[in-house]
């Protein structure tokens, strides 16, 4: 049996991976990442720099995130919680420019997503609280951050979330799609 399964979803370059659990009664234990295993399932080579932990409570949306400079592709998984976790293709040379994937990640489904460079990034919190792990091929570059709106109409992301998230000041004032710096 395989180390980890990858499972494509409707934006052929966004991966779904599903790493092998040993679990008992005791417990289990998988690897979380193995830079071999990553490279061999998923047919791509590339070097993580920096590794992330946020914490956020029930109904935090944190997104739509994206480095126009320096874009960041992220290996983004949930070590405690819940979350729905949406990747926005912005590369415009992309059969798929504007469209969205999402995917429940949790403590429970260990999956992982990775999102390549070139695209936003973001989840909401359906648990009472998440730890978010994510690791990133670039450093963050503040200069570079940029933002889409979380539900902008253009994008329609169908969020699994009832009324109005807990939002950043950044993320309130995101831009629409249409005025948003994007990626050749």
Known sequence: MPDMQVITTSIPDVLILEPKVFGDSRGFFFESFNQQTFNQATGLSVQFVQDNHSRSA????????????????????VARGRVFDVAVDLRKSSPTFGKWCGTELSEDNF???????????????????????????????????????????DIGIE??????????????????????????
């Open 58 to 77: 029930k109904g935090v949306l944190r997104g739509m995130h994206y480095q126009i400079q320096q874009p960041q592709g992220k290996l983004v998984r």
């Open 111 to 153: 999956r992982q997503l990775w999102v390549p460079p070139g695209f936003a990034h973001g989840f909401v919190v359906l648990s009472d609280y998440a730890d978010f792990l994510y690791k990133t091929t670039e450093y963050y570059a503040p200069a570079h951050d940029r933002g889409i709106l979380w539900n902008d109409p």
């Open 159 to 184: 969020w699994p979330y009832e009324g109005e998230p807990s939002l950043s000041e950044k993320d309130k004032n995101a831009k629409r799609f249409k005025d948003a710096e994007v990626f050749d």
